[in-house]
């Protein structure tokens, strides 16, 4: 046979497939394993697919700002991309908030919404809303599907939009014709995202300048951000702070970052960080930023945060650098490629000069001494927030996730429990989210099934969400709710006390004091299918924790009721610059060291 005559290959014609069809396809392709939905008519023809597939897990939640968070908790547990999916109209705007809390604590989280005929657009058709103009400001990008033969390409887009560079959320809303029409499906598809470059690489010259600042220095302080998390980054930060010698702050967001463990770290910085935190930036000579951006939660009054510091800004995105505090070292780049280029650079610049940090890390140390982290224990018969917390996090240890509500319970969170890894610690960081707790909790149990995971929530921030209990008893998600019940909206009752002379104005929820229970957390629990117990004395405390540790058939929710009165110390009053830290109200004379 001649090779004119030789067989060809046939070619393989693209598999036909709907609109609907094809979303699902490409996140299959995508290797999107579990998503966070609930339907509508908007977007049934895509359910309609996926209760056939065998590769992906539909989790139905009961309120769609539980889908947005529990996605973000399965991203920030995993790092991997979250999917949260919702109809069009109230279904989408339901997202609106958990998208905003990605956005701004650069959480990887892909939101498909189903939208009204192409046809209908502008016609205020039932269930219309333009969500792809209302999320614009707080997604990386929204795209607008009305083509089943645009599916693939766009979903392929987004989600590289959202898991690089900067993580972030985006939106892809796809018309209901275009879910019902068909198309032929190619993949991989083609992206073209012109304008869309990330920088990954930092320039060598910044990092070699950044080196020698560090060599030159007397008094740096790392100042570490959740970029560092997100990069994935926190082997390389430990050896970089290893070499240096350098101390190391962790902000909200970057809690397990670092090991708490490690003589290096000084804890959290900011407006309820540690003393040793916040004044050794504040007394610092060099900031070394790695993926923080300078948050007024951190900086006070940004005119007199660290007044005599050189600052070297290391993120990946260029937009933070320079927006709060001029730097004298820009580094555009990846967190993880930055701190090994760093390591070397430093290595190099210090083999003829080494740094000696001795006469800085003896002030450290009386700071340490003499602020050392602590609580009072409450004089009206209740019991200790802080202490409850400080056992759950003792008695569950590093291995376990900690996702917190927002508020006071919080903070106590972020102090108490001591976070030796990344992805440990969820929270609510730049929005400041009420209600995002135990959907997060969820999201995180489904991410990490082999792990315990705890929701340390408030009675106002539980109120919010916790209907995603019946979600999780049905889908066998075990997670662990500790409602730390001061019975009122804790942090802003807390500065009532401080700043309004005491006037506890619409702060009161009844929810666990004198002779008011409404709702009665323990029956509200029992009803949505939980081992529920109710904690009022503290030698019941560890019996509880360990019985909800030993207890993985079902949720369990315990309701420890606390003090009313219990405040978060230190704090740095609002408006004010950051040498103003106050220990405590009364410098706490019967001060319990932990």
Not at 458 to 471: I, R, S, V, Y
Not at 526 to 543: H, M, P, Q, S, W
Request: aromatic share 6%; glycine share 8%; net charge negative.
């Amino acid at each position: 046979m001649s090779s004119d005559q030789a067989p060809r290959p046939k070619s393989t014609a693209p598999e036909i497939l709907t609109g609907s069809g094809a979303i699902l396809k490409s996140l299959e392709h995508l290797g999107i394993t579990d998503v966070f939905g609930l339907p509508g008519g908007a977007i049934m023809p895509f359910y309609d697919e996926l209760m056939a597939s065998t590769a992906i897990r539909h989790i139905l939640v009961r309120h769609e700002q539980g889908a947005g968070h529990a996605a973000e908790g399965y991203a920030a547990a995993s790092g991997k991309v979250g999917v949260a999916i919702a109809t069009s109209g109230p279904g989408a705007t339901n997202l609106v908030t958990a998208i905003a809390d990605a956005h701004m604590d650069s959480v990887p989280l892909l939101a498909i919404t189903g939208q009204v005929f192409s046809t209908s657009m502008g016609t205020d058709a039932f269930q219309e809303v333009d969500i792809v103009g209302i999320t614009m400001p707080i997604t990386k990008h929204s795209f607008l599907v009305s083509r089943p033969e645009d599916v693939p390409a766009t979903l392929a887009a987004a989600y590289h939009i959202a898991t690089t560079g900067r993580p972030g959320p985006v939106l892809v809303d796809v018309t209901k014709d275009a879910q019902q029409k068909t198309a032929p499906f190619i993949w991989p598809p083609k992206v073209d995202l012109p304008g869309y470059r990330p920088v990954i690489k930092a320039h060598g010259k910044q990092v070699q300048a950044a080196a020698q600042l560090l060599v030159e220095a007397e008094k740096p302080v790392f100042y570490v951000g959740g970029g560092v998390i997100r990069a994935e980054a926190s082997a390389e930060l430990l050896e970089l702070a290893t070499r240096v010698g350098a101390p190391i702050v962790t902000t909200l967001m970057a809690r397990g970052a670092f090991p708490d463990s490690n003589p290096l770290h000084l804890g959290m910085p900011g407006m309820h960080g540690s003393v040793p935190a916040v004044l050794s930036l504040q007394e610092s000579d060099l900031i070394i930023s790695l993926g923080a951006r300078f948050d007024d939660r951190v900086t006070g009054k940004p005119s007199e945060f660290a007044p005599h510091a050189k600052i070297v800004h290391v993120d990946i995105d260029p937009a933070e650098i320079g927006k709060i505090r001029a730097a004298d070292v820009p580094i555009v780049g990846d967190a993880k490629d930055v701190i090994v280029d760093l390591t070397a650079a430093f290595a190099e610049a210090s083999r003829d000069h080494k740094p000696d940090y001795s006469a800085w890390w003896k002030r450290l140390d009386t700071l340490r001494k003499q602020y050392p982290l602590g609580y009072t224990m409450p004089d009206d018969g209740l019991l200790s927030p802080q202490k409850i917390i400080e056992r759950i996090g003792e008695l569950s240890g590093p291995e376990a996730i900690y996702a917190a509500g927002v508020g006071q319970h919080q903070m106590w969170a972020a102090q108490f429990i001591k976070y030796e890894r990344p992805h440990a610690w969820l929270n609510s960081g730049g929005a400041g989210t009420m209600g995002y707790s135990v959907p997060a909790a969820m999201g995180a149990k489904v991410a990490q099934p082999d792990r315990v995971v705890w929701s340390i929530d408030g009675d106002g921030c539980f109120q919010m969400t916790n209907q995603e209990l019946a979600t999780c008893t049905i889908n066998n998600i075990p997670i662990k709710v500790a409602i730390i019940n001061n019975s009122s909206l804790g942090m802003v009752r807390q500065w009532q006390t401080l700043f309004y002379d005491g006037r506890h104005s619409f702060t009161d929820l009844n929810t666990g004091h004198d002779t008011m229970m409404i709702p009665d957390f323990v029956k509200l629990a029992e009803a949505y299918g939980c081992l529920a117990i109710r904690v009022t004395k503290e030698e019941e405390v560890d019996a509880a924790i360990t019985l909800a540790l030993e207890t993985n058939d079902r949720p369990v929710v315990i309701d420890f009721v606390v003090s009313r009165d219990a405040m978060v110390w230190p704090m740095v009053p609002q408006g004010v610059g950051n040498s103003s830290v106050q220990y405590a109200r009364d410098h706490a004379p019967e001060w319990e060291e932990e």
